[in-house]
Nanobody, 122 residues
C-alpha cells in the first residue's frame, strides 16, 4: 500500500515555473514507477510524465518535452515534477500515481494522490 500526497501547485503567470512534489508513504517506494497525470475541466485525465523505480528511465508527453522534468529521490520517498515555461494550456489538476511499471494510461497505476491545482494565467 502506498499513500501519495501532492504539493506545490498554485497560480503562476505564463512563462513561469512551478515544482510539484509527491510524497509517498511506505517502505517499498523504489519498487514503483511513478507517473504524473493532469486533468483539465471537461477533459479526460491525460499522461504527463513517468519515471522508473530506479529513476533511470523517464518518458514525457510530447507537449511538455523540454519544459518539464520528472525526478525522484528514493531516500525521501518523493517524486518531483519541475515545470518551466508554463503555458495557459498547462492549467489542470495534477495527480501523481504509483504502479509496478511505467505506463502512459491511468490504468497502469494502482495508487493515486488527491491532486494539486496548477493555474497558469496568460
Amino acid at each position: 500500500q502506498l499513500q501519495l500526497v501532492e504539493s506545490g501547485g498554485g497560480l503562476v503567470q505564463a512563462g513561469g515555473s512551478l515544482r510539484l512534489s509527491c510524497a509517498a508513504s511506505g517502505r517499498t517506494f523504489s519498487r514503483y514507477a511513478m507517473g504524473w497525470f493532469r486533468q483539465a475541466p471537461g477533459k479526460e485525465r491525460e499522461f504527463v510524465s513517468t519515471i522508473s523505480g530506479t529513476g533511470r528511465y523517464t518518458y514525457y508527453e510530447d507537449s511538455v518535452k523540454g519544459r518539464f522534468t520528472i525526478s525522484r529521490d528514493n531516500a525521501k520517498n518523493t517524486v518531483y515534477l519541475q515545470m518551466n515555461s508554463l503555458k495557459s494550456e498547462d492549467t489542470a489538476v495534477y495527480y501523481c500515481a504509483a504502479g509496478l511499471n511505467t505506463g502512459w494510461v491511468p490504468g497502469s497505476y494502482d495508487y493515486w494522490g488527491q491532486g494539486t491545482q496548477v493555474s497558469v494565467s496568460s
